[in-house]
């Protein structure tokens, strides 16, 4: 059974900066492109960050030189190191396969996400 468990955040100040990872399990992940997305209240959820299994980045432009997204395959887990961060940042952030969920177009099973809270 695929789990996703993303953990790492909590409350920050405008400017800080937080860790994120996900583990993943269930299946072998390490050649699949993953990604980041979050979700603000009363917003749809956004892809913020993807990485290919041999390390090929690409960034939302909000996003962009602000956040490093990387992986490490042995341990079937992927991060995100957001910096200088804002409050429009706050949101449930989420990891999952980007291909699955745009191939299934988000209906797709999803970790409980962790919360980035940024205060200004």
């Known amino acids: 059974q695929v789990e996703l468990v993303e953990s790492g955040g909590g409350l920050v100040q405008a400017g800080g900066s937080l860790r994120l990872s996900c583990a993943a ?3 072998d992940f390490s050649l699949a492109a993953m990604g ?3 979700q603000a209240p009363g917003k749809q ?3 913020v960050a993807t990485i290919t299994s041999g390390g090929s980045t690409n960034y939302a432009d909000f996003v962009k030189g602000r956040f490093t997204i990387s992986r490490d395959n042995a341990k ?3 991060y995100l190191q957001m910096d200088s961060l ?3 940042d706050t949101a449930v952030y989420y990891c999952n396969d980007y291909a699955l ?3 299934r177009r988000g209906f797709v099973y ?3 996400g962790t919360q980035v809270t940024v205060s200004s």
């Open 101 to 103: 969920v745009t191939i």
């Open 76 to 78: 079937n887990t992927v």
């Open 45 to 47: 959820r956004e892809l």
């Open 36 to 38: 980041w997305y979050r």
């Open 25 to 27: 399990s269930g299946r």
């Open 86 to 88: 804002k409050a429009e």
């Open 110 to 112: 999803w970790g409980q």
